[in-house]
């Protein structure tokens, strides 16, 4: 879906999974120092919106998701996952309730697929699934940068800011009174520094809740009754995960930024070493400079130098080994 603010001054179309939005508009740094510094906003309408309506709706996600949901107070946010039955990261959410509705955005195009596993788990509960991806577009607000939301707008409040769920129509006047616009690299790169995970990015086919951090911030660990819960607990009580999130600081000097799935090694080894783990998103940063996010094996010394590709990288801990 492709969003009208494409067609602002300076607009670069982003690629990839961000296809359908701008990457940036002309300023990457700028846009990134308006974000920090608490205004603007970030076009995120490629972006899937679902709603989960009916009396059972809290309840029934309670059963499916990782977290406590099911005595969520209006106008909480929060996020959950979705797992298979061995405990790998299927869907992400981001949702709030709104005391009538469940609104949740997810990664851009895998709403359908999500909807049709809710469809298939409603059985006798009274709920009604929606895709509202037409009708409705994500936008992302730095913490604090406009105190009044236009009436009729649900909001996701989170630590990193506001998640507006807007009518896609008023999209392009929202942008007029409340930008600057951004693009999501900006987004990123705050993203990458803040170390939170994306799926898609962060995650594979193998990936479990504590390699990326989610335990605690999507996983409730007090809670069972959800598909692969007993590879939750196990991990948590009885053994370690297999790799780590890691945070990288890369060399300056190097041009291109290594891509999702350069091979991380160790320095000492050189770039024919053996493989230890993968980037998943590098950005570059208005202050920290190149940076990325990587996925590691768990027995990676916390201190030992990297290489990224042929880019020397030191790491910072996200998730203890």
């Given at each position: ?18 296809e ?10 700028r ?5 920090a ?10 972006r ?6 009916g ?6 996600l309670?059963?499916?998701l ?15 996952l979705?797992l298979s ?17 469940v609104?949740?955005?997810?990664e851009?195009?895998t709403?359908?697929?999500l909807i049709?596993?809710?469809?298939s ?5 009274r709920?009604?699934?929606a895709?509202?991806?037409?009708d ?18 649900t ?31 900006a ?8 170390h939170?995970?994306?799926?898609g ?29 007993e590879?939750?607990a196990?991990?948590q ?21 290594p ?11 050189g770039?024919?070493?053996?493989q230890l ?44 080994p």
């Open positions: 879906m492709k969003s009208p603010l494409l067609s602002l001054p300076g607009a670069v179309p982003a690629e990839g999974r961000d359908g939005v701008a990457a940036h508009y002309g300023d990457l740094f846009e990134q120092r308006a974000l510094d608490g205004t603007g906003l970030v076009d995120l309408s490629h899937g919106v679902i709603t989960v309506t009396s059972d709706r809290l309840a029934w309670h059963l499916l990782t977290q406590h949901v099911s005595e969520l107070a209006p106008g909480q946010a929060t996020e959950a979705i039955a061995h405990g790998h990261i299927e869907h992400a959410l981001c949702l709030v309730d709104d005391g009538e509705t609104w949740a955005h997810v851009p195009g709403q359908g697929e049709a596993y809710l469809e788990m409603k059985f006798f509960y709920v009604e699934v895709d509202r991806t037409e409705f577009a994500v936008v992302h607000l730095p913490a604090g940068s406009i105190e009044e939301v236009p009436e009729g707008v909001v996701l409040e989170a630590p990193h800011g506001r998640d507006l769920f807007l009518p896609r129509a008023g999209l392009e006047k929202f942008a007029a009174e409340h930008g600057p616009v951004a693009g999501v690299l987004y990123e790169a705050l993203r990458v520094e803040a939170r995970p994306r799926l990015f962060e995650t594979d086919h193998r990936t479990i809740p504590h390699e990326l951090g989610w335990i605690g911030t999507a996983v409730h660990l007090q809670k069972g009754c959800y598909r692969g819960q590879t939750v196990r991990v009580n009885l053994g370690k995960p297999p790799r780590r999130l890691v945070f990288l600081h890369l060399d300056g000097s190097d041009v291109l930024l891509g999702h799935g350069t091979p991380v090694r160790l320095a000492s080894d770039a024919e070493g053996r783990g993968f980037i998943t998103t590098s950005a570059r940063h208005h202050e920290l400079g190149p940076i990325a996010l990587a996925l590691v094996k768990r027995n990676v010394a916390v201190d030992a130098e990297l290489l990224a590709g042929d880019t020397a990288a030191a790491q910072e801990t996200v998730v203890e």
